[in-house]
């Protein structure tokens, strides 16, 4: 029993470990309690078990129940009425017949964007936009405004809005500190041609991307976009917003793919400080 015990403390003394076969605790990683493994993984129950990054190996789970619990509460959580006055408002905005004035006005600003996309295409920022589109191809769905040039309407729009204010000729609507028509126009420009859309519908489509687009800076405050000091730029949230429903409006959709139009804007809304 004797040499037993001694072989166990010389063993230990020259780190061979316990002699059960535990590995010893100076062969451990600096601060850890027990050995590390690869995560295990379970699946089915939505359970990935991580190493905590930093100190003493801890486990977490990427999911916890509570988390689950949180998000089956969020996805049952039941729709605003503004969401879907706003989804069913752009659903239907191209079967909705608009006052005599809001189509001579709405025509006015389909024309003058045209016209600011036309002496912007010979610009610096209108060539390089052009250059660009020209040299990705793409399906010929509509048409690059001052250039011999179809693409797909994504690139199209690109294109337009890029030239329509490059010389910043486009319109501007100061209640909402914002330059609606180089945005709304070209995407419902590059959209209706795309699905053959009658002029009318055209209409239509950028007067609601009007509407929807500058209603969104004195929704939020128009503090945070003040025109003096430091404050967030406008254009990359109105523009996005309003594009995001004129297009929308002429793809057809239903109101609940409208409401993931408007989360897609969302995410995509954007800005700096100026």
Not at 121 to 132: D, F, N, Q, S
Not at 232 to 243: E, F, K, N, P, W
């Amino acid at each position: 029993m004797a040499r037993r015990r001694g072989a166990r403390r010389r063993a230990r003394r020259l780190g061979a470990g316990r002699a059960s076969g535990r590995p010893d605790a100076r062969a451990r990683p600096h601060g850890s309690r027990r050995p590390l493994h690869p995560p295990r993984l379970s699946w089915a129950r939505g359970d990935a078990r991580l190493p905590r990054l930093g100190g003493r190996a801890r486990w977490v789970t990427s999911r916890p129940r509570r988390e689950e619990q949180q998000m089956a509460d969020t996805e049952a959580a039941p729709l605003s009425e503004e969401t879907q006055a706003v989804a069913e408002y752009l659903a239907g905005a191209v079967d909705r017949p608009l006052p005599d004035e809001v189509v001579t006005r709405t025509t006015y600003h389909v024309l003058d964007t045209v016209a600011a996309m036309i002496s912007g295409a010979v610009l610096e920022p209108g060539r390089l936009a052009i250059g660009y589109v020209r040299s990705q191809g793409g399906v010929e769905e509509a048409q690059v405004i001052g250039a011999d040039v179809r693409t797909n309407a994504t690139l199209a729009a690109l294109a337009n809005g890029i030239s329509a204010h490059a010389d910043e000729t486009d319109d501007s609507h100061a209640p909402s500190f914002s330059h609606p028509g180089c945005a709304v126009v070209p995407a419902a420009l590059a959209v209706a041609e795309r699905h053959g859309r009658s002029g009318t519908d055209l209409v239509r489509a950028v007067a609601a991307g009007y509407d929807i687009g500058c209603r969104i800076t004195p929704m939020l405050g128009m503090s945070q976009f003040s025109a003096h000091g430091s404050s967030l730029a406008s254009h990359a949230v109105v523009s996005v917003y309003g594009a995001a429903a004129a297009a929308a409006a002429l793809e057809g959709l239903s109101p609940e793919q409208v409401r993931w139009v408007l989360s897609y804007a969302t995410q995509q809304s954007s800005g700096v400080t100026t």
